[in-house]
């Protein structure tokens, strides 16, 4: 760090994006404190703004772009403000183009810790919480996006007619929650999906080990938590980088002594398929309560087109085989709707997911292209009006199956 940086002053750690996300920002947060700053939600108070931003979609990456220059205007003079997270990553080009200092990723605490003069004798706090995340600056940009969505009819009714009413499902199904101990498990992933810019942030699976993350949900245990969030950015591949596998962590967490809940973030598909036997058990003992798993078509082809390798049948057993096993298991799914060369029947497929009744809640997505990924080469891309017509559909069955089981 700088020397104006020296002696210690006062910091502010925003973020935005993921659960992932959120809980990263928070170790930054910690690594501050433990190394004798002061932490401010002012702003304007900050001489070191940190912000951890996403860039999953076009559309994070513009609301993360909108927080930046939100955050340079409000900035004290002779303030310093990094950028940090999955967007420098994903999008370094765009970003490049308001701001010019340095970057790394949102889980290199290692990097972070250098970088503030942290004293490296010590370990480097683990979060257990997550910060909320921040909102973008209300510009002219964000003012022109507005007028360009409210002249396509379809995403003008989602946002008049369902996105009320859907985010109230999206708050109360989920892994997040104010009543959650969080423990992330492992970062990175084991596979390619063609459409995913996460890979280009996160890497390639790291896995925390058992003993280290047994250690942080008994501290949490000790603590008086119940309810035990796991994170990764695919916890299906967990253990892959170590030689054990989810079911081997999750063996040992049921077992540990105490009356505790265990919900369960980003199990790919894939994996449940093959390890859906073995886990079976491990959810008869009602211990985890909540999982997501992201589906993401309702068709082969666009799975293939995808490369989720896996069928909708064999996901659909699979999940079939932990519900019966737990019926009280809360799985919370995805949905990419208008993937390049989805067709209307391809479509209606994914709407029969919905019917299926497997999902607690769906969030629904249209297709984004991000830069560097396979999917964003891919010809026979849908129209913006396609995109957002299928989106509003996909939105709308949903609510019409939640409510009729009024689940609120």
């Not at 340079?72 to 994903?90: E, S, W």
């Not at 507005?146 to 989920?174: D, F, G, S, T």
């Not at 859906?276 to 087109?305: C, D, W, Y």
């Not at 997911?353 to 080469?377: M, Q």
């Amino acid at each position: 760090m700088r020397s104006e940086f020296q002696p210690l002053k006062c910091a502010s750690v925003l973020t935005n994006g993921c659960p992932e996300n959120r809980l990263d920002a928070a170790s930054m947060k910690e690594l501050l404190l433990s190394n004798g700053w002061t932490i401010s939600s002012d702003i304007a108070q900050a001489d070191l703004i940190i912000f951890n931003a996403c860039g999953l979609t076009d559309s994070n990456e513009f609301k993360s772009l909108n927080s930046i220059r939100d955050l340079q205007k409000k900035k004290k003079n002779g303030a310093r403000l990094i950028v940090c997270g999955c967007l420098p990553k994903i999008n370094p080009a765009s970003l490049s183009k308001l701001y010019d200092d340095i970057t790394f990723g949102s889980d290199d605490i290692e990097y972070f810790s250098r970088l503030i003069n942290a004293d490296q004798s010590k370990n480097y706090p683990c979060a257990h919480h997550l910060i909320p995340s921040t909102s973008s600056g209300f510009g002219l940009e964000t003012i022109i996006r507005r007028l360009n969505e409210i002249y396509n009819p379809y995403a003008l009714w989602y946002h008049l007619r369902l996105k009320k009413r859907y985010l109230k499902y999206w708050q109360k199904i989920n892994v997040v929650s104010l009543n959650a101990y969080f423990v992330k498990i492992a970062t990175g992933c084991v596979n390619n999906c063609a459409y995913c810019a996460v890979k280009l942030s996160r890497g390639n699976i790291r896995s925390k080990s058992i003993q280290n993350i047994l250690r942080e949900v008994q501290e949490g245990l000790n603590e008086g938590w119940s309810d035990i969030a796991l994170l990764a950015t695919d916890s299906g591949s967990y253990g892959i980088d170590r030689g054990v596998t989810l079911v081997d962590l999750l063996r040992e967490i049921i077992a540990m002594p105490g009356d505790f809940k265990i919900r369960l973030r980003n199990a790919h598909p894939g994996f449940l398929i093959r390890m859906s036997t073995e886990l079976a058990p491990l959810f008869e003992t009602g211990k985890i309560v909540h999982m997501t798993s992201a589906i993401q078509s309702g068709n082969n082809r666009i799975l293939k087109l995808m490369k989720r390798n896996y069928t909708v049948e064999s996901c659909y057993d699979a999940l079939d085989i932990l519900k019966k096993a737990c019926p009280s298991l809360q799985i919370r799914s995805q949905i990419i709707v208008g993937f390049p060369g989805e067709t209307e029947e391809e479509f209606k497929d994914s709407l029969k997911v919905i019917d299926k009744g497997l999902f607690d809640f769906v969030e629904a997505y249209a297709f984004s292209p991000r830069i560097n990924t396979p999917a964003a080469n891919l010809a026979n891309r849908l129209s913006p009006n396609v995109l957002q017509n299928r989106h509003y559909r996909l939105v709308k069955k949903i609510l019409e199956n939640l409510e009729a089981k009024k689940t609120l």
